[in-house]
Each structure stands twice: as C-alpha cells, then as structure tokens.
C-alpha cells in the first residue's frame, strides 16, 4: 500500500473539522495528510494499519492519528452478507496542532496535550473504560456549534491527554524515518507495504534505490536498526495476527496470506516476534 499525501480541504473559519461517514465499507488508500486525525468506529471491523502497525479493529475503537503518519481501515466482508451487516460508520475529526493558534501549546495548561500530540506521532488507540468515555464524548460532538462544540473539543482532548489506558501503535524507528527526509527508505517501507504479502526480492527493493544487496543490506539496517528481512518478518507477522484474531482464518492459511511458504519458518518467526507460538496465540482468543 503506497502512502499518497491528501491535501484536506481544511475549513480556516473553524478550529476543527468532523465529519460522519457511512459506507459499506472502508478501503481507502493508505495515506497521509497535514492534519491530526481523532477517528471513533462506530461500527465496522477489519484491519487497521498505521505506520508499521498491523492489527486488527472492530466497532468502539477510537484512534488518535498524528500528523503525516501514513494510516487506513479496511473493512472484513463477505459477498453474503447483507447490506445492514456490512455498513460502516465513523466519526472523524482532523484539526492542525496550531487549531488555537501557535502560542496555544505554550501555555503551562496546554503541557499534557502537548504530550498527547507528540504520542500521536505514532498513532495511539485507547482502551478499556477510556474508550468508551471518548466514544461516548465524540459522538456527543456532532450535536453541538459554535462555543459549545469547541469546549466540547477542548474536552475531549484533555481527557485523551490524561488517560493511562492506551497503546502506542508505530515503532519509534518508523516514525524517526518518516519525520526525516530520506526519500530512499521511504520508497523502501512503499515497496514493503504494497508487496508484504507476496514473494519480495531483496534485488528488487535495492534496485528501487539504486545500490546492490551488499550497500542495500548495510544501509537499511544502518537507517533503521533492523534488517530488511527482520523488518519483512515483523510486517508479516503483524499481518498474520490480523487474520487469525481477526479474521478467524487457520493458522497455515495465515501463513501462506502473509507471504511465508514455509509453515515452519512462519512459526519460527511467528515466536521470535510475538513470544508464543501461533496455536498458543490462538487458544489465548477463545
């Protein structure tokens, strides 16, 4: 999945935009913009990707997205399912950091939502009571203007800047190498991105940047502090876990859907990542 840049059609007499969206389904691009982004499922299920971060969603998951982190939902469906099932509806709210103006973070009030922000920069799902607390405030949102919709805001953010029940999504490397201007590695996490799941040529994404293997190797790990194939490994498994948690799909199937040939390479990789094995990691779900 490339990630393509959209330009928000941001509205400058307002501090924030929200918006409901109802579909049949998400499948966007995998994308990035200038904006930080608070999304509430209402209701819908699938995989979420932000960043390196591969996991699966369902309804009542609210995500704080920052700025220029590469993100997308995409929706679990079956062609038999009904139009009712497969309807998807979310609540999304995009806003600048600077929404009340540049001097507004400085302000000693403003220091916990400062942080909230910088945590964003790797994308941050809320769990637990939290969770339902922020649905519960987002979703009361849209019945308010003006004043009232901007303290309401205000609000919201400051709760999400205090809670303790959250995990953080994206790997501090990806996001040191995102926020940096190395085009080269970037092209590299595209190419990753859009081929995990099939057979990817270590010559292929090396030629994607000019160098052979040799330079290839060195300089990706010097970039990232990670192999290119431990850094494969871990997309793949994150997308492996996705589908069996998720998707409820047998453990070897996953395997072959998340790029492995070889089941028994799948669950050595599958342990050296997650720490269980894969029928360990499933029994953990039932």
């Known amino acids: 999945m490339k990630a393509n840049f959209h330009k928000l059609n941001y509205p400058i007499e307002q501090a924030f935009h929200i918006r409901k969206d109802v579909r049949e389904y998400f499948d966007d691009h995998w994308h990035f913009h200038d904006m930080i982004e ?6 819908g299920q699938g995989g979420r990707y932000i960043g390196d971060s591969i996991d699966a969603f369902s ?3 609210v995500v704080l997205v920052g700025a220029h982190l590469p993100h997308v939902w995409k929706s679990n469906f079956f062609e038999d399912q009904l139009p009712q099932q497969k309807k998807c509806v979310s609540i999304v709210i995009q806003f600048p950091e600077d929404f009340l ?23 941050i799902v809320f769990v637990d009571n939290d969770r339902k607390v922020l649905a519960k405030k987002i979703t009361s949102l849209l019945k308010l203007e003006g004043m009232d919709r901007l303290i309401k805001f205000i609000d919201i953010l400051n709760y999400a800047a205090k809670s303790i029940n959250y995990q953080l999504l994206a790997s501090p490397l990806f996001v040191d190498t995102i926020t940096d201007s190395d085009n080269k590695i970037n092209k590299v996490f595209e ?18 940047i000019g160098m052979n293997k040799t330079s290839f190797c060195r300089y990706f790990k010097k970039r990232t502090k990670k192999t290119f194939s431990s850094f494969l490994n871990e997309v793949r498994i994150g997308h492996a876990c996705k589908l069996i948690s ?3 799909i047998p453990i070897t199937e996953s395997a072959y859907l998340s790029g492995y040939n070889s089941p028994s390479y799948f669950y ?11 029928t360990e990691y499933q029994a953990k779900l039932i």
Do not use: C
């Open 101 to 123: 103006g540049i001097n507004f973070m400085s302000l000693p009030e403003s220091k916990h939502i400062k942080s909230l922000f910088k945590r964003a920069e790797r994308g």
């Open 38 to 43: 608070l999304v509430y499922i209402e209701h």
């Open 59 to 61: 309804e009542g998951e």
């Open 268 to 278: 050595k990789q599958f342990k050296g990542i997650t720490g269980v094995s894969p």
């Open 191 to 208: 190419y990753i991105m859009d081929n995990f799941t099939e057979d990817i040529q270590l010559t292929t994404a090396a030629s994607l």
């Open 246 to 248: 998720q998707d409820n």
